[in-house]
T-cell receptor, first 110, second 115 residues
Framework: AQRVTQPEKLLSVFKGAPVELKCNYS??????LFWYVQYSRQRLQLLLR??SRESIKGFTADLNKGETSFHLKKPFAQEEDSAMYYC????????????FGTGTQLKVEL | GAVVSQHPSRVICKSGTSVKIECRSL??????MFWYRQFPKKSLMLMAT?????????EQGVEKDKFLINHASLTLSTLTVTSAHPEDSSFYIC???????????FGEGSRLTVL
């Protein structure tokens, strides 16, 4: 069975501080990992995916197969980064069939 | 950009009645759509995969007769909660895969309250 774990429900940081949102997964095959973001009163939207290895809005995430992790990082948090972040996994049964973590609420304080 | 729209965004119904929620891809064709349920402060739980022109594939533990899914066209999937009960109250979210690119887009969600 596939599972995504986000251990932190809430992460509060000061503006300009580094951010790391943790995500660990469990999957027997080769998964595809994603980070989705949901800003206040908006729908879920894709932030980044591990296969593209890109940086979006200053965020990066590296897939560590040894540690089965896909932590989301940003060196300097901005106020507009405050949102709900979901880590998701896709593996088998169709490329867009996602298993989501429980989400982490990021709050960036001034 | 591609938009997925859900209707209604909020619905309140009496126990025992049926409620239909629509998921539309407004400017693209979606062969596959997904229905999720989100409980308060919890993750999105995949309920079923909806494929245009064929029967939906339900996840384990999801009652097919309770949550009827129809995907009659490339731009519309519907979720009907039959004989709704208070425990069916939840936030239902759909997503649609853009057929020609494989990109996934989410609807804004529909909040169902069963009295």
């Amino acid at each position: 069975a596939q599972r995504v774990t986000q251990p932190e429900k809430l992460l509060s940081v000061f503006k300009g501080a580094p951010v790391e949102l943790k995500c660990n997964y469990s999957y027997s095959g080769s998964p595809e990992l994603f980070w989705y973001v949901q800003y206040s009163r908006q729908r879920l939207q894709l932030l980044l995916r591990h296969i593209s290895r890109e940086s979006i809005k200053g965020f990066t995430a590296d897939l560590n197969k040894g540690e089965t992790s896909f932590h989301l990082k940003k060196p300097f948090a901005q106020e507009e980064d405050s949102a709900m972040y979901y880590c998701a996994l896709s593996g088998g049964g169709g490329g867009n069939k996602l298993t989501f973590g429980t989400g982490t609420q990021l709050k960036v304080e001034l | 950009g591609a938009v997925v729209s859900q209707h209604p965004s909020r619905v309140i119904c009496k126990s025992g009645t049926s409620v239909k929620i629509e998921c539309r891809s407004l400017d693209f064709q979606a062969t596959t759509m997904f229905w999720y349920r989100q409980f308060p402060k919890k993750s999105l739980m995949l309920m079923a995969t909806s494929n245009e022109g064929s029967k939906a594939t339900y996840e384990q533990g999801v009652e097919k007769d309770k949550f009827l899914i129809n995907h009659a066209s490339l731009t519309l999937s519907t979720l009907t909660v039959t004989s709704a009960h208070p425990e069916d109250s939840s936030f239902y979210i759909c997503s649609a895969t853009r057929t020609n690119t494989g990109e996934l887009f989410f609807g804004e969600g529909s909040r169902l309250t069963v009295l």
